[in-house]
């Protein structure tokens, strides 16, 4: 089956990420889920974000990624604007076995 993976560029200090991911799974229903959590990360910015042994709060960039059916991720990318960064969405094609 063909389908659309996105992916969602993001890090630990925009606080965002829990509620991207109860829209996934609550209102949006998509197929699969899986959130990454980087050791070390910058964008647009050139700010370096990195862990260390002794860090105790963190600001780690973050990447959920999720897929489904092409149509449906092209909504649900339209449906999340609110709380995702412009240019920071990937799409790719992908196949299911």
């Known amino acids: 089956m063909k389908i659309l993976v996105a992916r969602i560029y993001l890090s630990e200090g925009q606080h965002v990420h829990k509620k991207i991911l109860e829209r996934l799974h609550d209102e949006e229903q998509v197929k ?18 990195q862990s260390g042994l002794v ?30 960064k412009p240019d920071h969405v990937i799409t790719f094609a992908a196949e299911s076995h």
């Open 32 to 49: 699969g889920v899986t959130m990454f959590r980087a050791v070390s990360g910058f964008g647009v910015s050139g700010l370096v974000h």
């Open 55 to 84: 860090d105790i709060s963190l600001n780690l960039p973050l990447v959920i990624e999720f897929f489904d059916e092409p149509e449906k991720i092209r909504q649900v990318i339209d449906d999340l604007h609110d709380l995702i």
